[in-house]
Protein backbone atom coordinates (compact mmCIF):
# COMPACT_ATOMS: atom_id res chain seq x y z
CA UNK A 1 0.00 0.00 0.00
CA UNK A 2 1.49 3.59 -0.32
CA UNK A 3 1.97 6.14 2.78
CA UNK A 4 -0.47 8.15 3.85
CA UNK A 5 0.93 10.95 2.71
CA UNK A 6 0.06 10.38 -0.65
CA UNK A 7 -2.84 10.54 -2.71
CA UNK A 8 -5.88 8.39 -1.67
CA UNK A 9 -7.77 8.78 -5.18
CA UNK A 10 -6.89 6.14 -7.88
CA UNK A 11 -6.44 6.57 -11.43
CA UNK A 12 -10.09 5.72 -13.31
CA UNK A 13 -10.08 4.95 -17.62
CA UNK A 14 -11.74 8.17 -18.97
CA UNK A 15 -15.27 8.26 -20.30
CA UNK A 16 -14.02 7.20 -23.60
CA UNK A 17 -11.25 4.42 -22.30
CA UNK A 18 -9.89 2.79 -25.76
CA UNK A 19 -8.03 -0.16 -24.50
CA UNK A 20 -10.29 -2.71 -25.16
CA UNK A 21 -11.37 -2.69 -28.55
CA UNK A 22 -14.69 -5.14 -28.15
CA UNK A 23 -15.49 -2.95 -24.73
CA UNK A 24 -15.47 0.27 -26.80
CA UNK A 25 -17.69 -1.15 -29.50
CA UNK A 26 -20.19 -2.57 -27.40
CA UNK A 27 -20.44 0.80 -25.39
CA UNK A 28 -20.65 2.68 -28.30
CA UNK A 29 -23.79 0.68 -29.83
CA UNK A 30 -25.20 1.09 -26.19
CA UNK A 31 -24.83 4.78 -26.28
CA UNK A 32 -26.62 4.91 -29.57
CA UNK A 33 -29.52 2.62 -28.32
CA UNK A 34 -29.45 4.53 -24.73
CA UNK A 35 -27.96 8.14 -25.04
CA UNK A 36 -29.13 8.55 -21.51
CA UNK A 37 -27.69 5.67 -19.68
CA UNK A 38 -24.34 6.74 -17.88
CA UNK A 39 -21.91 4.17 -20.77
CA UNK A 40 -18.93 4.67 -19.61
CA UNK A 41 -16.24 2.90 -17.15
CA UNK A 42 -17.99 2.51 -13.97
CA UNK A 43 -15.90 4.33 -10.50
CA UNK A 44 -15.52 3.29 -7.63
CA UNK A 45 -18.16 3.82 -4.49
CA UNK A 46 -16.85 4.83 -1.22
CA UNK A 47 -13.66 5.75 0.80
CA UNK A 48 -10.37 4.90 -0.11
CA UNK A 49 -9.67 4.62 3.77
CA UNK A 50 -12.07 1.57 4.18
CA UNK A 51 -10.56 -1.14 5.84
CA UNK A 52 -12.64 -3.43 3.38
CA UNK A 53 -13.01 -3.40 -0.49
CA UNK A 54 -15.70 -5.85 -2.62
CA UNK A 55 -14.28 -6.60 -5.89
CA UNK A 56 -17.37 -7.60 -8.52
CA UNK A 57 -17.27 -8.81 -11.66
CA UNK A 58 -18.04 -5.82 -14.35
CA UNK A 59 -21.18 -3.32 -14.40
CA UNK A 60 -24.23 -4.66 -15.77
CA UNK A 61 -25.63 -4.01 -18.83
CA UNK A 62 -29.02 -2.36 -16.99
CA UNK A 63 -28.00 -1.59 -13.56
CA UNK A 64 -24.43 -0.07 -13.02
CA UNK A 65 -23.43 0.50 -16.94
CA UNK A 66 -26.92 2.38 -16.77
CA UNK A 67 -26.61 4.15 -13.49
CA UNK A 68 -22.75 4.88 -13.19
CA UNK A 69 -22.71 3.75 -10.14
CA UNK A 70 -21.29 -0.10 -9.43
CA UNK A 71 -24.38 -2.10 -8.38
CA UNK A 72 -26.88 0.05 -8.65
CA UNK A 73 -30.36 -0.64 -10.66
CA UNK A 74 -30.07 -4.54 -10.54
CA UNK A 75 -31.09 -7.67 -8.56
CA UNK A 76 -27.34 -8.25 -7.49
CA UNK A 77 -26.86 -4.46 -5.56
CA UNK A 78 -30.45 -5.31 -3.85
CA UNK A 79 -28.70 -8.23 -2.24
CA UNK A 80 -24.87 -6.38 -1.57
CA UNK A 81 -26.70 -3.25 -0.62
CA UNK A 82 -28.98 -5.07 1.67
CA UNK A 83 -26.80 -6.95 3.33
CA UNK A 84 -24.01 -3.78 3.40
CA UNK A 85 -26.86 -1.82 5.50
CA UNK A 86 -28.01 -4.76 7.67
CA UNK A 87 -23.98 -5.14 8.70
CA UNK A 88 -23.35 -1.10 8.95
CA UNK A 89 -20.98 -0.93 6.33
CA UNK A 90 -23.53 1.86 4.38
CA UNK A 91 -26.07 4.38 5.69
CA UNK A 92 -28.78 5.96 4.44
CA UNK A 93 -31.27 3.81 1.82
CA UNK A 94 -30.54 1.77 -1.29
CA UNK A 95 -33.44 2.84 -4.05
CA UNK A 96 -31.50 1.61 -7.27
CA UNK A 97 -30.44 5.19 -8.22
CA UNK A 98 -27.44 7.05 -7.61
CA UNK A 99 -28.98 9.79 -6.21
CA UNK A 100 -30.68 7.52 -3.58
CA UNK A 101 -28.52 8.90 -0.72
CA UNK A 102 -26.77 6.03 0.10
CA UNK A 103 -23.11 6.31 1.26
CA UNK A 104 -20.67 3.49 1.89
CA UNK A 105 -19.23 3.90 5.67
CA UNK A 106 -16.65 0.92 6.07
CA UNK A 107 -15.87 -0.59 2.49
CA UNK A 108 -15.27 0.69 -0.99
CA UNK A 109 -16.88 -1.44 -3.83
CA UNK A 110 -14.99 -1.71 -7.51
CA UNK A 111 -15.50 -4.30 -10.75
CA UNK A 112 -12.34 -6.05 -11.79
CA UNK A 113 -13.24 -4.99 -15.13
CA UNK A 114 -14.41 -1.09 -15.32
CA UNK A 115 -16.84 -0.92 -18.68
CA UNK A 116 -19.69 -3.06 -19.36
CA UNK A 117 -19.35 -6.68 -21.21
CA UNK A 118 -21.09 -8.00 -24.16
CA UNK A 119 -22.92 -10.73 -22.13
CA UNK A 120 -21.65 -9.97 -19.41
CA UNK A 121 -18.47 -12.03 -19.65
CA UNK A 122 -15.49 -10.27 -20.01
CA UNK A 123 -12.46 -11.77 -21.62
CA UNK A 124 -9.01 -12.97 -20.36
CA UNK A 125 -7.71 -10.04 -22.05
CA UNK A 126 -10.21 -7.72 -20.86
CA UNK A 127 -9.98 -8.68 -17.37
CA UNK A 128 -6.02 -8.34 -17.79
CA UNK A 129 -5.97 -4.70 -19.18
CA UNK A 130 -8.19 -3.58 -16.54
CA UNK A 131 -6.11 -5.42 -13.71
CA UNK A 132 -4.10 -2.58 -14.07
CA UNK A 133 -7.14 0.17 -12.63
CA UNK A 134 -7.61 -2.64 -9.66
CA UNK A 135 -3.89 -2.33 -9.04
CA UNK A 136 -3.71 1.02 -8.30
CA UNK A 137 -7.27 0.84 -6.21
CA UNK A 138 -5.71 -1.17 -4.06
CA UNK A 139 -2.34 0.90 -3.60
CA UNK A 140 -3.91 4.02 -2.83
CA UNK A 141 -6.22 2.20 -0.02
CA UNK A 142 -4.10 2.68 2.80
CA UNK A 143 -5.69 0.97 5.28
CA UNK A 144 -7.55 -1.97 3.72
CA UNK A 145 -6.85 -5.27 5.69
CA UNK A 146 -10.05 -7.51 3.75
CA UNK A 147 -10.64 -8.22 0.34
CA UNK A 148 -14.00 -10.00 -0.80
CA UNK A 149 -14.14 -11.18 -3.45
CA UNK A 150 -17.92 -11.46 -5.35
CA UNK A 151 -17.14 -14.76 -7.58
CA UNK A 152 -13.94 -16.65 -8.99
CA UNK A 153 -13.17 -13.68 -11.66
CA UNK A 154 -12.98 -11.07 -8.92
CA UNK A 155 -11.01 -13.51 -6.92
CA UNK A 156 -8.27 -14.63 -9.71
CA UNK A 157 -8.58 -10.56 -10.59
CA UNK A 158 -7.10 -9.88 -6.84
CA UNK A 159 -4.45 -12.54 -6.89
CA UNK A 160 -3.20 -10.76 -10.03
CA UNK A 161 -2.73 -7.99 -8.84
CA UNK A 162 -1.18 -8.77 -6.18
CA UNK A 163 1.15 -11.00 -8.49
CA UNK A 164 0.05 -14.08 -6.76
CA UNK A 165 -0.50 -17.92 -8.40
CA UNK A 166 -4.11 -18.90 -8.70
CA UNK A 167 -3.18 -22.32 -7.70
CA UNK A 168 -1.96 -21.23 -4.13
CA UNK A 169 -5.36 -19.85 -3.04
CA UNK A 170 -8.17 -22.02 -4.44
CA UNK A 171 -11.60 -19.92 -4.84
CA UNK A 172 -14.42 -21.55 -2.54
CA UNK A 173 -17.27 -19.76 -0.82
CA UNK A 174 -16.65 -18.60 2.20
CA UNK A 175 -13.35 -19.77 2.01
CA UNK A 176 -10.16 -16.91 3.53
CA UNK A 177 -7.10 -16.69 2.03
CA UNK A 178 -4.17 -14.73 3.96
CA UNK A 179 -2.23 -12.79 0.98
CA UNK A 180 1.07 -10.45 1.47
CA UNK A 181 0.62 -6.80 3.81
CA UNK A 182 -1.49 -8.69 6.14
CA UNK A 183 -4.26 -8.76 3.56
CA UNK A 184 -7.19 -11.43 4.18
CA UNK A 185 -8.88 -12.15 0.76
CA UNK A 186 -12.55 -14.08 1.78
CA UNK A 187 -14.28 -15.63 -1.10
CA UNK A 188 -17.97 -15.22 -1.73
CA UNK A 189 -20.36 -16.45 -4.78
CA UNK A 190 -21.59 -13.53 -6.64
CA UNK A 191 -24.70 -12.25 -5.84
CA UNK A 192 -26.28 -12.48 -9.14
CA UNK A 193 -30.07 -13.24 -9.69
CA UNK A 194 -29.33 -16.46 -11.44
CA UNK A 195 -26.89 -18.00 -8.05
CA UNK A 196 -29.86 -16.70 -5.75
CA UNK A 197 -32.47 -18.46 -7.90
CA UNK A 198 -30.46 -21.75 -8.42
CA UNK A 199 -30.04 -21.84 -4.86
CA UNK A 200 -25.91 -21.47 -5.73
CA UNK A 201 -26.48 -19.09 -3.51
CA UNK A 202 -28.66 -18.24 -0.23
CA UNK A 203 -28.94 -14.79 1.47
CA UNK A 204 -27.45 -16.90 4.66
CA UNK A 205 -24.41 -17.99 2.53
CA UNK A 206 -23.63 -14.41 1.34
CA UNK A 207 -23.98 -12.54 4.98
CA UNK A 208 -21.50 -15.46 6.34
CA UNK A 209 -19.00 -14.64 3.77
CA UNK A 210 -19.93 -10.51 4.45
CA UNK A 211 -19.56 -11.60 7.78
CA UNK A 212 -16.29 -13.04 7.26
CA UNK A 213 -14.79 -10.08 5.57
CA UNK A 214 -15.90 -7.63 7.90
CA UNK A 215 -14.10 -9.04 10.79
CA UNK A 216 -10.95 -9.57 8.92
CA UNK A 217 -11.27 -5.92 7.87
CA UNK A 218 -11.67 -5.32 11.97
CA UNK A 219 -9.18 -7.54 13.06
Known sequence: MVSASKTQTAPMPGRDCPLCPRLVEFRE?????????????VPDFGPATAPLLIVGLAPGLRGANRTGRPFT????????????LDFGLASGCYEQRPDDGLAMTGCRIVNAVRCVPPQNKPTPAE?????NFLKQDLAAMTKVKSILALGSIAHDAVLMTLG????AYRFGHAAQHA???GITLTDSYHCSRYNTNTNRLTREMF?????????????
Open 29 to 41: DNRRQFPDWHNAP
Open 164 to 167: LRKS
Open 179 to 181: LPD
Open 207 to 219: RTAMKLAQEAGQA
Open 127 to 131: IRTCN
Open 73 to 84: GDYAGDLLYETL
